[in-house]
């Protein structure tokens, strides 16, 4: 049966008489709903749009009137949520410090939007909002302002988004929803308690006649239990900012916690399909596949200017067989079975040819694409940029079967740290056998157990991945059972920490080196017919004894010699060639066989990076007080864990050095000396004595005292 819904009729209401079977038409318009759509137990469905807009917006009536110098009051409602708002279809700024600067970190932030002179001058700030990113840039945390403690400092209620740590950094933070705020042209804030609404217009807007919408409804469709549904030309725009509307949870041992909600959400579905939409100005996640799900398609649809991330697939966290969590490190395996406990998981999902441009406006730890618990989710063809964090992110080994490829992702990681436009974890059941270190310790207790978790392999195949900071494919953190093939990195190379089983095979890295990170004892990973072109393509550090990586046949251009001696290599054959000397490269001998790279990466309807190149600047050595010291760098701040890129790693040391005396090892970073902080390598100095030293070792702190030798 054809159902034909025009936009003056509820979309909630329409859909409680809607039966397995039948196609819905929206007809043309702009279709309003304060509340989601509930499909339940529905098979058979087919919702066309024919030009139909669906937006979580309400439009604001009541009495304008003139307010102060520049502001106008509009008398409305009580007891609205409003996240976003809207003043002639422009999105307007909710009332801030500082106030809005396009393209910077939170749109703007200062460290002293939390300062004591600041906060006195804020009769109530109850009800505000605080956003900052993770104190070591791993993302965002936020926090609802319940008002001022005794002594004027704030009172903080913890929201999300992270899940390593809810400390904020102490620069990059900003204020919001505080009314002494409202200071600047398109700024707002609304008076719950009074239905007051304030707005400083932008020059253009007459506010006594402008159309004012303001976004309560966040989540538009919510499938569950359904079979055989599918959405095809749709527009869903500007709903509700979900982040302070929402429970946050705490994903394995990923950096995220993440909100189970989504413009379009489905649980316990099969065979759902989007197809040709667009969700635009959404405040929240745009899709999120939930639990148990089966065969899901996302295919060649437009995701701009959003709130937090595209598509979401995550399984329950009661699938994963001895869960750990941050706060509670299983460092033994009670259960040896491989794979899920459950079948409430999401498996055989795709992703085809969809658009992804600038989301994460409010969450910081998102990204365009994230996974988590489920298997067998396809990322084909897509177009990724300009986003704060990775653009592909795959939170956790559960249960791998992923294949990410003919993807062009660049300019990502632009609002955060130690990340790159693919990143994934692998902190699996194996990963804190006999402690959690994060040095790479123990690698052969580790190693039978590898796959417990990743139980098929994930393929990373002919992608193009560009940017200048962080690391282009990052396997960070135990990421196993991965190949990783014929991709090209510009700007960004390829990081393989700790873990087992990965194959890097056959890719082009241009201006970036291959990170080595703290390897396994037994890993078994395999390096080879690569082409670097790079003055340093390799950045090793923390090897572990008993490493059984295979590097061979690789190429290595605009390097020098020296590169060859590096222990990585062992007996394995890996070649030098000048970049400008052309006789040298036909020289080469038939070992090196790399196939060539089809440069047809992402939607070709779809913007390509202008530039995504580093300096290639080689890094400086200091040599005092019997150690060779160099100051930290994208590869040494991940490595180490660091929070930026200040103190002084030790790429060699003498146990003649009074600082091996008093405790420090090669590979630590020297953060601070006689309880002076250091910036650089240039504040080493241990002629006047030394009487404690902390360090950075294997992401942990660690203090050197004389008096405790």
């Not at 039966?19 to 304060?34: H, M, P």
């Not at 999105?91 to 932030?109: D, F, H, Q, S």
């Not at 055989?228 to 916690?257: H, Q």
């Not at 579905?269 to 639990?291: K, L, P, R, T, Y």
Request: proline letters at 3%; aromatic letters at 10%.
């Amino acid at each position: 049966m054809d159902v034909r819904v025009t936009a003056n009729e509820r979309l909630s209401e329409v859909f409680k008489s809607v039966k397995s079977g039948d196609t819905v038409y929206l007809e043309k318009g702009v279709y309003r709903e304060d509340s989601p759509t509930e499909i339940y137990g529905k098979e058979n469905i087919t919702v066309k749009g024919n030009g139909a807009v669906i937006t979580g917006c309400a439009v604001i009536d009541g009495v304008r009137s003139k307010y102060g110098e520049s502001a106008y009051l509009i008398k409305t409602r009580r007891g609205l949520d409003i996240q976003q708002l809207f003043v002639n279809g422009k999105k307007y700024v909710m009332a801030r410090y500082p106030n809005e600067r396009e393209n910077e970190i939170l749109g703007g932030y200062s460290p002293d939007a939390v300062s004591a002179e600041r906060i006195a001058r804020w009769k109530n700030p109850s009800g505000g909002y605080l956003r900052a990113l993770h104190d070591c840039e791993w993302g965002g945390n936020d926090w609802f302002i319940d008002g001022k403690n005794p002594d004027g400092t704030l009172k903080l209620r913890w929201v999300g988004d992270n899940n390593r740590g809810s400390g904020f950094h102490r620069e990059k933070v900003m204020v919001e929803n505080i009314f002494e705020e409202l200071d600047a042209p398109k700024e707002w804030f609304y008076d719950k308690e009074n239905g007051f609404l304030y707005i400083i217009p932008d020059g253009g807007d007459d506010m006594l006649s402008a159309t004012v919408e303001g976004a309560v409804c966040g989540e538009i469709f919510r499938l569950k239990n359904c079979k055989n549904v599918s959405f095809s030309g749709i527009r869903f725009e500007n709903t509700k900012r979900m982040l302070f509307c929402s429970e946050y949870e705490k994903i394995t041992r990923s950096d995220w916690a993440v909100a189970r909600n989504g413009a379009v959400y489905m649980n316990n579905c099969e065979n759902v399909s989007v197809i040709d939409c667009v969700f635009s100005g959404v405040g929240g996640n745009c899709v999120f596949v939930d639990g148990k799900n089966s065969d899901i398609s996302v295919v060649n649809c437009d995701f701009s200017d959003c709130g937090a991330s595209g598509v979401c697939v995550f399984g329950n966290q009661e699938c994963v067989r001895d869960l750990s969590e941050w706060g509670n490190h299983k460092t033994v395996i009670s259960d040896f079975e491989k794979g899920p406990k459950s079948d409430l998981y999401p498996k055989d999902v795709l992703i085809k040819d969809c658009y992804f441009y600038n989301l994460g406006i409010y969450e910081k730890q998102s990204s365009p694409v994230t996974v988590s618990v489920c298997s067998r989710v396809t990322v084909d063809g897509c177009t990724i940029h300009k986003v704060p964090r990775a653009g592909i992110n795959i939170c956790d080994g559960s249960f791998g079967g992923h294949r990410i490829q003919n993807n062009l992702v660049f300019d990502t990681v632009l609002e955060t740290g130690d990340h790159g436009p693919f990143n994934s974890w692998g902190r699996d059941r194996f990963w804190s056998l006999g402690g959690v270190d994060g040095g790479g310790k123990n690698g052969a207790e580790k190693r039978p157990f590898a796959t417990l978790d990743a139980v098929e392999t994930t393929v990373i195949y002919h992608n193009m991945f560009c940017g200048n900071r962080g690391f282009g494919i990052d396997l960070d953190d135990g990421s196993s059972n991965y190949m990783i093939e014929k991709n090209y990195c510009v700007g960004v190379g390829i990081k393989l920490r700790e873990g087992f089983l990965r194959t890097v095979r056959n890719n082009f890295v241009l201006n970036a080196p291959l990170d080595i990170h703290c390897t396994f004892e037994k890993n078994d990973d395999v390096i080879e017919n690569n082409i670097v072109v790079y003055k340093n393509p390799l950045s090793v550090y923390a090897q572990n004894k008993g490493f059984t990586t295979k590097a061979a046949n690789n190429l290595f251009v605009g390097a020098s010699d020296d590169i060859l001696s590096d222990e990585l290599f062992g007996d394995n054959k890996n070649y030098v060639c000048d970049a400008n000397d052309i006789n040298a490269l036909e020289m080469l001998p038939k070992e090196i066989f790399f196939e060539p790279v089809e440069m047809k990466f992402g939607r070709s309807d779809k913007p390509k990076p202008e530039t995504a190149v580093k300096t290639g600047a080689e890094t400086a050595l200091t040599e005092t007080d019997g150690m060779v010291l160099i100051l930290p760098d994208e590869s040494v701040r991940s490595m180490a864990g660091l929070s930026g890129f200040e103190g002084a790693f030790v790429k060699a040391i003498s146990q003649n050095s009074p600082f091996y005396l008093l405790g420090v090892r090669e590979n630590d970073v020297i953060i601070e000396i006689n309880g002076k902080k250091t910036v650089s390598p240039k504040d080493v100095d241990g002629k006047h004595g030394i009487n404690s030293v902390v360090v950075s070792r294997a992401q942990k702190i660690i203090e050197f005292k004389k008096d405790e030798q």
